[in-house]
Nanobody, 115 residues
Framework: EVQLVESGGGLVQAGGSLRLSCAVS????????IGWFRQAPGKEREGVSC????????DYADSVKGRFTISTDYAKKTVYLQMNSLKPEDTALYYC????????WGQGTQVIVSS
């Protein structure tokens, strides 16, 4: 069974940091992209970042470039999203997803950034 389980969300003040984790199971993610989406209240879902183990490529939304970093621990089968210099507009439910064409979603972890 494919599973993506997020953790690490919480409440943080503007300027602070959080690290989200996505533990994957049920598939070999050596050759598939894993990414993060977010959805803020009243807004459309937005792609935040993704990483591909096939070519080592990482991509970021313009809104988070220079502040967020995606990384992978293959031994732990976990993908991380380090979020620094957080802003109130980063407040959202963050989802871990599988694939460039997304076929599986995690349940989400809430991030709230207070001003």
């Amino acid at each position: 069974e494919v599973q993506l389980v997020e953790s690490g969300g919480g409440l943080v003040q503007a300027g602070g940091s959080l690290r989200l984790s996505c533990a994957v199971s049920g598939f070999t993610f050596d050759d598939i992209a894993i990414g993060w989406f977010r959805q803020a209240p009243g807004k459309e879902r937005e792609g935040v970042s993704c990483t591909s183990s096939e070519d080592g490529r990482t991509d970021y939304a313009d809104s988070v470039k220079g502040r967020f970093t995606i990384s992978t621990d293959y031994a732990k089968k976990t993908v991380y999203l380090q979020m620094n210099s957080l802003k109130p507009e980063d407040t959202a439910l963050y989802y871990c997803v599988r694939g460039v064409v997304v076929d599986y979603w995690g349940q989400g972890t809430q991030v709230i950034v207070s001003s």
